[in-house]
């Protein structure tokens, strides 16, 4: 499967973007998708990630209540919905697929698509 992320952007402090993940390929609703972000000088660390029906998801505490992970199966596109957003959310956020169960371990994804920056002013 090929992964690609977009809606990056610039926002203000407090501001909401929405990301999506477009996934090619018929089997998309086998993978579980997370999302991750990298911001300069820091390690990636994992944001969200949601199962392969949609019916659950897991958050890292720094983005829960602010970030929504959703999907689509009929259009092979996953959602990160962020609102609220802080200047330290400011990173390249990479989505990623496995097939079967979803993962908060960033290694454990097999396939990554490119990423898409997010800036947040303050």
């Known amino acids: 499967v090929q992964l690609q992320a977009s809606g990056g952007g610039l926002v203000q402090a407090g501001g909401s973007l929405r990301l999506s993940c477009a996934a090619s390929?018929?089997?998309?609703?086998?993978?579980?998708v997370g999302w991750s972000r990298q911001a300069p000088g820091k390690e990636r660390e994992f944001v969200a990630t949601?199962?392969?029906?949609?019916?659950?998801?897991v958050y890292a505490d720094s983005v829960k209540g602010r970030f929504t992970i959703s999907r689509d199966n009929a259009k092979n596109t996953v959602y990160l919905q962020m609102n609220s957003l802080k200047p330290e959310d400011t990173a390249v956020y990479y989505c990623?697929?496995?097939?079967?169960?979803?993962?908060?371990?960033?290694?454990?994804?097999?396939?990554w698509g490119q990423g898409t920056l997010v800036t947040v002013s303050s």
């Open positions: 390929g018929r089997t998309f609703s086998s993978y579980a």
């Open positions: 949601i199962s392969r029906s949609g019916g659950s998801g």
């Open positions: 990623a697929g496995r097939p079967g169960l979803f993962t908060t371990k960033g290694y454990e994804y097999d396939y």
